[in-house]
């Protein structure tokens, strides 16, 4: 197959997408890398020729990367991950209103220019996270304690932001990686809690997550794709979605992305945006603690461990 991969300046060395395009070479493919933030592209040309079975991208949010994307779906090529479902989450003010329309668990959400505007949320909802509307990879994240700390949250030129409920943790995060279906749990640091000591590893996938996790590719039509939960009292909480992450500590992640971008360029990719996707496959996880309940309402920082984020799931429940 011939594939073009767009790689933006910040991902020029970076192992995740390259180490991809590495793989499908040893595999006999032809891949192009074109870097939209660095190169003179002829581009109406290269585009309308279609010569490449699929487009793939690995953006940054406001990357030229995104508009060349979506410039190959308008004239009908295959893209990795459909351009508009890329627009979808890379804007997180889009991202919730959609995901709370189709009853995905995340949280309230406020938007507002400057930090200091949050100062009109019910003070019932605080702690607050507060993040720009176009952030990735934990940039500009922070946690507001209570409405008197908003001056000093505020920040120069980060354009529009949000904000929603803290949900705790011990100082990680459940992330969820889908590969094509595929999925993969790993427990990672939160980028609210930078100093905390976790055990970034592979665990198990409680079957709730995974459905919450398969339902937003369905609702959204990703096919690569990571979401980032807390598992609160109430079940889990997604409190991020992205589009082609890092994938990882996922094993042999590499070769398992090369053979996902292989699959959707010879199928055309999701065409089930608003659909339910069928049955995630879930590999047997690596060796990792048993889940276990959370005692305690997820309110606020408390005392615990690490382990004790990845919670709130019966025994029977898990995959």
């Known amino acids: 197959m011939k594939l073009c991969f767009l790689v933006e300046e910040l991902y020029r060395h970076d192992g995740m997408p390259l180490d991809v395009v590495r793989q499908l070479k040893a595999w006999g493919h032809q891949v192009d890398v074109v870097r939209p933030g660095g190169s003179l592209l002829r581009i109406s040309e290269e585009v309308r020729a279609g010569t490449h079975d699929a487009w793939v991208l690995k ?10 994307l979506e410039a190959a779906a308008a004239v009908g090529l295959t893209t990795v991950n459909d351009a508009r479902s890329i627009r979808a989450v890379r ?31 019910p ?6 996270v507060v993040k720009p509307a176009d952030g990735s990879s934990g940039r500009g994240v922070r946690l507001v304690s209570d409405p008197g700390g908003l001056a000093e949250a505020e920040q120069s030129d980060e354009g529009q932001l949000i904000a929603q409920p803290y949900v705790a943790n011990a100082g990680s995060d459940l992330k969820v990686y889908c590969l094509a279906g595929e999925f993969h749990a ?10 905390a000591p976790v055990d970034e590893r592979a ?9 919450a996790a398969a339902k937003v590719g369905a609702v959204f039509g990703l096919d690569l794709y990571g979401i980032d939960v807390v598992l609160g009292p109430d079940g889990p909480v997604i409190v991020d979605i992205n589009d082609f992450p890092s994938f990882r500590q996922v094993p042999d992640a590499a070769s398992r ?6 699959e959707l360029a010879r199928t055309g990719g999701a065409e089930r945006a608003g659909m339910l996707a069928a049955t995630p496959r879930v590999p047997v996880p690596a060796q990792g603690p048993h889940v276990r309940s959370h005692p305690h309402p997820v309110v606020g920082l408390g005392p615990g461990t690490e382990a004790d984020m990845v919670a709130a799931v019966p025994e029977g429940a898990r995959i």
């Not at 804007?91 to 505007?117: E, N």
């Not at 003070?123 to 607050?128: G, I, K, M, R």
Request: aromatic share 4%; no cysteine; glycine share 6%.
């Open 59 to 68: 953006t940054v949010s406001g990357g030229p990367g995104l508009t060349l």
């Open 186 to 195: 790993t427990v990672r640091r939160s980028p609210l809690h930078p100093d």
């Open 123 to 128: 003070a019932e909802l605080f702690p607050l």
């Open 91 to 121: 804007d997180k003010v889009l991202t919730s209103v959609i995901a709370r329309q189709h009853g995905l668990p995340v949280p309230v959400t406020y938007s507002a220019p400057r930090a200091a505007l949050f100062a009109d949320v």
């Open 203 to 211: 665990v198990p996938l409680p079957a709730e997550v995974a459905a």
């Open 257 to 262: 992305l090369a053979g996902a971008v292989l």
